[in-house]
């Protein structure tokens, strides 16, 4: 399969840069979106999910909250403030980042845009820590 870059940072450091990058599947604020070589240019929001990476020795999946994904001249740059890979996260930090979730669809004047992050984090997690 034909390779592109991928590079996903955040503020305190560059997470991940690959050059062997075979497919990438983003939660986009549009839905799920899968990432080819030679796909279009594109800009989009990312919404609370899962990256799942997919490159010729391995395959990786990383949670996210949100941020911005462009893709342009084959490289795939994920910017976004808040991600862990799946394999090195334990149940009691998912359960604590979905209670925080919890706690913030309580508040009393919350706007409709944030509600519907705050379950689309609860649903994502809950997907990946069954209880």
């Known amino acids: 399969m034909e390779q592109f870059n991928l590079e996903i940072i955040s503020p ?3 997470i991940l840069i690959k050059n062997d990058t075979e497919e990438v599947v983003i939660p986009a ?3 799920y ?3 080819l070589k030679d796909h279009i ?3 989009s929001f990312l919404k609370p999910g899962i990256i799942d990476v997919k490159s010729s020795n391995e395959n990786l999946n990383f949670y996210v909250d949100d941020g911005i994904v462009e893709f342009k001249d084959n490289t795939l740059s994920v910017l976004t403030s808040n991600i862990f890979d799946l394999k090195k996260i334990d149940k009691n930090q998912i359960d604590k ?3 925080d979730a919890e706690e913030g669809l309580k508040k009393e004047n ?3 845009q944030e509600k519907y992050i ?3 984090k609860i649903g994502v997690l809950n997907s990946i820590n069954p209880n």
């Open 118 to 120: 705050l379950d689309q």
């Open 97 to 99: 980042i979905i209670k």
């Open 33 to 35: 979106m899968g990432i």
């Open 29 to 31: 604020i549009e839905g």
């Open 110 to 112: 919350i706007k409709d």
């Open 41 to 43: 240019p594109l800009i």
């Open 12 to 14: 305190e450091k560059s």
